[in-house]
């Protein structure tokens, strides 16, 4: 008797996180269910209308998994009616400090701790990392800032071993490297 997950977003949306991960079986049975807008409950003959607006969200170059065969080409064009690319933290590096600033206060509000700011040295190096894990790594490094942090400000030594150890990007720009003769 339990509706679910499409059932209960009817007239709303539905959040699917991480689709490039959903097995093939899993596949077929959510493609099913976005070209027919029915559900039909486990164990029930009778199916049911429903009215959802779907987000998928995914880390993987879904085209590529259509390329390899392990993800369907009808449910990729099912899915992609509006695109939205959000480039990798590492390729939004103005991104980082707004997102760690925020993401330091929901951590110190969620452990009850008055961790408020962070060390200049430690926006530097923030800005610094490349981020391989995105914005769920930042989280994580924040959370471990706030639960380490000694006084209302996060230092370098609250931050995860690789954050601290990261070296600056080499950031030349083309047509600015010189041979070594020519300098």
């Not at 993401?103 to 969620?110: D, F, G, I, P, T």
């Amino acid at each position: 008797d339990r509706p679910g997950l499409f059932e209960a977003a009817n007239t709303g949306t539905l959040l699917l996180d991480e689709v490039g991960e959903v097995s093939p079986a899993m596949q077929v049975k959510l493609l099913r269910v976005l070209q027919e807008r029915e559900v039909r409950r486990v164990g029930e003959n009778r199916t049911r209308r429903v009215d959802v607006r779907v987000l998928a969200a995914t880390n993987r170059e879904l085209t590529l998994g259509v390329q390899a065969g392990s993800f369907r080409q009808d449910l990729y064009y099912r899915l992609k009616v509006i695109e939205l690319r959000v480039p990798p933290l590492r390729e939004r590096k103005d991104d980082v400090l707004p997102l760690a600033r925020v993401l330091l206060a929901e951590s110190a509000v969620r452990m009850k701790r008055k961790v408020s700011s962070l060390a200049p040295a430690v926006a530097d190096q923030l800005v610094r990392y490349v981020w391989p894990g995105n914005v769920r790594e930042l989280e994580n490094a924040m959370e471990r800032a706030v639960a380490l942090a000694q006084g209302s400000r996060v230092e370098m030594e609250d931050l995860p071993e690789e954050v601290r150890q990261a070296m600056p990007a080499p950031a030349a720009v083309l047509g600015t490297v010189q041979p070594l003769e020519e300098v």
